[in-house]
């Protein structure tokens, strides 16, 4: 299985993969474990499909499948929150910049690094020259 893991799109092996943990009769935690790494190691086009067809295929895991793809999608959520922040504190910068302010306060009141802040000067220049 493990050759598959990485495939570009591993959606196409999961009945196939079902058939195999019901063919070992894996324990509840062996399980348990492995839906837990396929779904984080693997590399899907398309993960409803992907949580889709687990669900179909492992009736034994169907609850296990739901906890873990709430997990998938609070963790979505919380990506997604923080890059909405990161990307405010960089608009913020990038303002406070442009008005004179010096690195220390800008890195005070946004929490980006001076690297971050010296990436960002270099943008504007790049932008603008």
């Known amino acids: 299985m493990q050759k598959h893991i990485k495939a570009r ?8 993969i ?5 063919l070992a009769q894996l324990s509840e935690d062996q399980g348990k474990s492995l839906l837990r790494y396929l779904t984080q190691e693997t590399n899907t086009l398309d993960s409803k ?3 889709r067809i687990l669900v179909e295929n492992t009736p034994r895991y169907r609850d296990e499948m739901m906890t873990l793809a709430e997990h998938l999608k ?5 990506e997604g929150r923080n890059e909405g922040r990161s990307e405010q504190a960089r608009e913020i910068a990038r303002n406070l910049l442009s008005m004179g302010l010096d690195h220390t306060t800008i890195e005070r009141a946004t929490g980006l690094s001076n690297i971050e802040l ?9 932008i603008k020259g």
Do not use: W
């Open 118 to 126: 010296d990436a960002l000067m270099d943008l504007a220049v790049r």
């Open 18 to 22: 079902a058939f195999l943990m019901d």
């Open 49 to 51: 499909t992907f949580l």
């Open 74 to 78: 609070l963790e979505g959520r919380n």
């Open 9 to 16: 799109d591993i959606n196409l092996r999961l009945p196939d």
